[in-house]
């Protein structure tokens, strides 16, 4: 069973204030996917990575996928209340995209 | 394009019996995943199921089935329902034919709530 630790789990942090949620496994993934959750409704994809080492950025949200294909990083720069929400990771494992595992997830609160 | 819809928004039931959630694909999309989120925090694998079978399942016991019928739409039944049954289910939809890189598009979910 491939495991996806997400750290921290809950962040509270004020406005104009940078943070990185870490999700980490002891296993290998073809693909590494972030998703964002606001109450009420349900997780939207925000990026895919899929190369080790990858990079990629969504305004001032920064992914990174790790060379090794076992975690990945999601930076935020000058969080704004809108960033709040719980973030998940989900990865892909080799061979498949059948059965996707989700990462324990973040919540995020950006105190105005 | 419409979404994935899922009904009933919320439902509540009392121990012992049977719950029925269902849920509505994206257009074109065959596959149906079916995810358990208990504290508000990660998602739990329940099902998934591809042009009308059962492809995956996850460590849930028995009493949680489901079916996808011929429009691709699909239904989770839990029988002889558990207060740790009390849950946000989740339904998403994927175009299978993207392979891995499909993304997972995610209904707002049925809010069960067993007393």
């Known amino acids: 069973t491939q495991l996806l630790e997400q750290s921290p789990q809950f962040l509270s942090i004020q406005e104009g204030e940078n943070l990185t949620v870490y999700c980490n496994s002891s296993?290998?993934?073809?693909?590494l996917q972030w998703y964002r959750q606001e109450p009420g409704e349900g997780p939207v994809l925000l990026v895919t990575?899929?190369?080790?080492?990858e990079v990629k950025k969504l305004k001032r949200l920064t992914f990174q996928f790790g060379d090794a294909r076992k975690d990945s990083s999601l930076h935020i720069t000058a969080a704004q209340p809108g960033d709040t929400g719980l973030y998940l990771c989900a990865g892909a494992p080799p061979g498949g995209y059948q059965k996707v595992t989700f990462g324990t997830g973040t919540k995020l609160q950006v105190i105005p | 394009e419409a979404g994935v819809t899922q009904s009933p928004t919320h439902l509540i039931k009392t121990r012992g019996q049977q719950a029925t959630l269902r849920c509505s694909p994206i257009?074109?999309?065959?596959?149906v995943y079916w995810y358990q989120q208990a504290l508000g925090l990660g998602l739990q694998f329940l099902l998934w199921y591809d042009e009308g079978e059962e492809r995956n399942r996850g460590n849930f016991p028995p009493r949680f089935s489901g079916r996808q019928f011929p429009n691709y739409s699909s239904e989770l039944n839990v029988n002889a329902l558990e207060l740790e049954d009390s849950a946000l289910y989740l339904c998403?939809?994927?175009?299978?034919?993207?392979?891995?890189?499909?993304?997972?598009?995610f209904g707002n979910g049925t809010r069960l709530t067993v007393t």
């Open positions: 296993s290998v993934f073809s693909s």
């Open positions: 257009s074109g999309h065959t596959s």
């Open positions: 998403a939809s994927s175009w299978a034919g993207q392979g891995y890189n499909s993304p997972l598009h």
């Open positions: 990575v899929v190369t080790g080492g």
